[in-house]
């Protein structure tokens, strides 16, 4: 079984920063990618941030130069520091990541957090 957990979220004025940080755990044999999805009320839920294994990464248009993913392999994590914060970056934000789980040989599986809860608003 493999979890991912999150932390991070919350409530920030515009202009603030917050940052996200998300764990995975269980049994790895090997993670590809790592990125952060949101989903907005109403809305579809969008790519905000993603980072594979070499650490090239690439951004959703509305949050490049305010948003930077990270990851470290040896602790199986990934963040997400959000600065520069506006109201339309409110948002539920699920951490997502590829594994290889069962089967160190096999095809990469999606997994995702349970989603944190980010609201900027004055």
């Known amino acids: 079984q493999v979890q991912l957990v999150e932390s991070g979220g919350g409530l920030v004025q515009p202009g603030g920063s917050l940052r996200l940080s998300c764990a995975a755990s269980?049994?790895?044999?090997?993670?590809?990618?790592m990125a952060w999805y949101r989903q907005a009320p109403g809305k579809q839920r969008e790519l905000v941030a993603r980072?594979?294994?070499?650490?090239?990464?690439n951004y959703a248009d509305s949050v490049k130069g305010r948003f930077t993913i990270s990851r470290d392999n040896a602790k199986n994590t990934v963040s997400l520091q959000m600065n520069g914060l506006k109201p339309e970056d409110t948002a539920v934000y699920y951490c997502?990541?590829?594994?290889?789980?069962?089967?160190?040989?096999?095809?990469?599986?999606?997994?995702w957090g349970q989603g944190t809860q980010v609201t900027v608003s004055s």
């Open positions: 980072i594979i294994t070499g650490g090239r990464t």
């Open positions: 997502n990541a590829e594994i290889r789980s069962t089967n160190p040989y096999g095809p990469y599986q999606w997994y």
């Open positions: 269980g049994s790895i044999f090997s993670i590809n990618a």
